[in-house]
């Protein structure tokens, strides 16, 4: 017996069903990106590695699919890699393309590529698959679409300002309660500072971003393992666990990092983009997070990570502010910032809280049952007109028993369906069937039309 087929881990088959509701969420998210003015663009699937090594730190790097070289892939190892079985250089010999790890750096890259074609300051949004080779788990996959959306050319804060609300939009729409958690880089690398270890920024910043998931005692474990004193370490995890609401925390940080130049514009950066929030009304909760560090290394300014109130699954929405990540590219001091939303959790979100609308708009509407080859000529021109009208119809291709295409349409879950015989035919008419009251009506195929557009899927449902 032939062995059942199957997908790498990490990765999902989805059904039609699925997939609408897939397309639910990123026709809300592009409904929202288009209402704040702003463009899509889609970039390759695959990015050169000199694009993508060394934009997301080495544990960034080392989740990145690589591309084997075409041909002999071979031919250009050296021997001795070869004989001494380095498989980290031989990678870099046998692979020099590799699959995009995010939106964000292959964005960067586009900017610069397209500078004279675009108009700055540019708003811009993608909705597309990335890949990390990262260890399957709950809420965590290989493949996965983001749906980001970006500024960039503009270091005002109300582009951050107007990022939450479009976080805020996106979830209210969607039906999740959810809370914007914020933190600024600058505060961090302040921090940093004043425990005495600012050239371990990038150690400090990358354990405390698996605070949430491995807990305080590992991140100090970790710490500790990278070299940070104890003393240092005593000194840090007070900072982190400062108390109080967003006011007080800000109060308690200008004090704490009086003597830090970059810690203070942090606080002021801060200061500021709360300040704008105020006056925009949100339903969404926002709060600052000491412990929120967004481990990627090209944030530099406010930073932002959303969490579901009703399902623990991570972050579920997330972005920053970069400064300088065109420059790498040749482009440097266009400063952006951008949101990225993780779709395949928040699809996993709304299927748990079961926050899925009953259809999703694209379930067919009207089914006509093909009884014949004269029944088949008689209906088809109503199907025509039906579809020509808007409505999403369908014939069933085969002259099979009507028991077996009734089936049909209510397996697939189709709340109309068209019947037309020989006394239909004679008075020029159609049966329109309510598959869920099973109340018939003999009709017009102008009624028919108005009939089922009026109703839509839902209100008899």
């Not at 062995?3 to 998210?29: C, H, M, V, W």
């Not at 019947?419 to 018939?440: I, R």
């Amino acid at each position: 017996m032939a062995q059942t087929p199957s997908i790498p881990k990490g990765t999902r088959d989805f059904l039609p069903a699925e997939t609408a509701r897939r397309n639910y969420i990123f026709d809300t998210i592009r409904e929202v990106f288009h209402r704040y003015g702003f463009q899509q663009v889609e970039t390759p699937a695959m990015e050169n590695l000199s694009t993508l090594l060394g934009k997301y730190g080495d544990e960034g790097d080392k989740l990145l699919f690589r591309i084997l070289n075409s041909g002999d892939f071979l031919a250009g190892v050296p021997g001795d890699q070869l004989a001494t079985r380095d498989s980290a250089a031989v990678v870099r010999s046998v692979a020099d393309k590799g699959l995009r790890y995010d939106l964000t750096v292959p964005f960067a890259r586009f900017i610069v590529q397209h500078r004279n074609d675009l108009v700055f300051p540019f708003r811009r949004y993608q909705i597309q698959p990335v890949w990390r080779a990262d260890r399957p788990q709950k809420g965590r996959y290989r493949e996965f679409y983001q749906c980001d959306c970006d500024m960039i050319g503009s270091d005002s804060l109300l582009n951050e300002a107007e990022l939450v609300g479009i976080i805020d939009e996106v979830f209210r729409r969607l039906g999740l309660r959810t809370v914007v958690k914020i933190n600024n880089r600058k505060v961090l690398a302040g921090i940093a500072e004043v425990i005495g270890q600012p050239q371990r920024i990038t150690d400090i910043t990358v354990a405390i971003d698996k605070m949430e998931k491995i807990g305080l005692e590992k991140v100090r474990e970790e710490l500790a393992e990278k070299g940070i004193p104890v003393e240092a370490l005593a000194r840090l995890e007070p900072l982190l666990m400062l108390s109080g609401d967003t006011g007080s925390k800000l109060l308690q940080l200008r004090e704490i990092l009086a003597d830090s130049p970059a810690g203070m514009k942090g606080i002021a950066e801060l200061e500021t983009l709360f300040g704008y929030l105020e006056g925009f009304g949100l339903q969404t909760a926002t709060e600052l997070d000491l412990t929120l560090a967004r481990g990627l290394h090209y944030y530099t300014g406010a930073i932002f990570e959303v969490k579901s109130l009703d399902e623990q699954i991570g972050s579920i929405c997330g972005g920053g502010r970069y400064d300088d990540l065109a420059g790498i590219f040749g482009m440097p001091g266009v400063s952006g910032v951008g949101v990225s939303f993780g779709a395949e959790r928040i699809y996993d979100v709304l299927t748990r809280l079961d926050l899925f609308p009953p259809h999703t708009g694209e379930t067919t509407q009207l089914f006509f049952v093909n009884f014949g080859p004269r029944e088949e000529a008689y209906i088809l021109p109503v199907l025509a007109r039906a579809r020509q009208s808007g409505l999403r119809a369908e014939i069933y291709p085969d002259h099979d028993k009507m028991k077996k295409q009734l089936n049909y349409a209510h397996r697939k879950g189709i709340p109309w369906v068209a019947l037309a015989g020989e006394s239909e035919m004679a008075e020029g008419k159609v049966t329109l069937k309510n598959m869920v009251t099973g109340d018939q009506t003999l009709v017009t195929p102008e009624e028919l039309i108005k009939i089922v557009g009026g109703a839509g899927i839902n209100s008899e449902l």
